[in-house]
């Protein structure tokens, strides 16, 4: 019998995620809601900057969610539809827009961070400097 370790966040995790991703924002100037879910696609962090218009919240947690649903960027999803793959639009939880990203440790996806509030590719930075921050702390280890 093969046994498998789960890796899962830990709440120490999502806060270092969410440090780097909100100085990412607040380098830039970016009012934007960053959503953070577990493998599951439940939430467990959302912080809303200042000045964020609240649209932003729902939009960040469901691009989390659908990285994590299917295990890619939501860029992917973006860029198949806009290659005229529309039964893309069809998937449940497929929110194709760029800026939600898998959190991948040790081959596993662990979960996914979900931005929103300034453009797509700006709320992938800042995703992406959120996972960045968790991946170089656990090479540090």
């Not at 100037?29 to 960053?34: A, D, E, M, S």
């Not at 599951?40 to 989390?64: C, M, P, W």
């Amino acid at each position: 019998m093969m046994t498998t370790q789960k890796i899962i966040l830990t709440l120490d995790d999502v806060k270092r995620i969410a440090a780097a991703a909100e100085s990412e924002a607040l380098q830039n100037q970016w009012p934007v809601v960053i959503a953070i879910v577990d493998d599951g696609g439940h939430l467990l962090y959302l912080q809303r900057l200042d000045n964020t218009q609240f649209g932003s919240v729902t939009v960040a947690i469901e691009k989390a969610r659908a990285a994590i649903a299917f295990r890619r960027p939501t860029k992917v999803l973006e860029e198949n539809i806009a290659e005229g793959r529309l039964h893309y639009l069809q998937l449940p939880g497929a929110l194709p827009v760029e800026g939600g990203l898998p959190i991948i440790i040790d081959d596993q996806f662990v979960g996914a961070v979900g931005v929103s509030g300034v453009r797509s590719f700006q709320d992938a930075q800042i995703a992406q400097a959120g996972i960045a921050a968790l991946i170089s702390h656990l090479q540090g280890r």
